[in-house]
């Protein structure tokens, strides 16, 4: 007979390797390891990137954009797969693209920071349609990835809309 509290076995997560660089990546450089809400703690975590980025050209911006894309299909299907659970809520490295994408041609300022982090996060979290569709039928990589992708295109646009209001 077990001696461990059922509750805690339903709690308990894989935990990633951080001497593992891909779960140190895919984890969001740690961030994505917090107990409570990693998804929005590994978007905090994307702003230094967006701030650094957002200096750049566009084409860089984008390009950085589709590297991050490409291989976070790769990276969040490999840590899955290591970590034995799709899309564990600490993997972030979606949460950056997504939030990279929605911040595409913002204005500079925190205000429009703070309101393309909510938009993502919002989308990210109410996965309106097909977010939320995708994201119970795609598995893998790309299921991963998608979701966060399409929320961070659904916030881009009423990004826009409200910076054209």
Partial sequence: ????????????KPRPDWCNPLHLLAFGLGSGGVPKAPGTVGTLAAVPLYLLLSSFSLSVYFLTILLM?????WLCGKVSEDLGVH??????WDEWVG?????AWAPSGWLWVLIGFLLFRLFDIWKPWPIGYLDRHLSGGLGIMLDDVLAGIYSLVL???LVHI
Avoid: N, R, Y
Avoid at 1 to 7: F, L, N, W, Y
Avoid at 69 to 73: N, P, Q
């Fill in 1 to 12: 007979m077990s001696t461990s509290h059922p509750k805690a076995e339903i709690e308990a």
């Fill in 69 to 73: 894309l490409i291989f976070g299909i």
């Fill in 87 to 92: 899309d564990h809520g600490g993997i972030v």
């Fill in 99 to 103: 939030f990279l994408i929605t911040m």
């Fill in 159 to 161: 990004l826009q809309i």
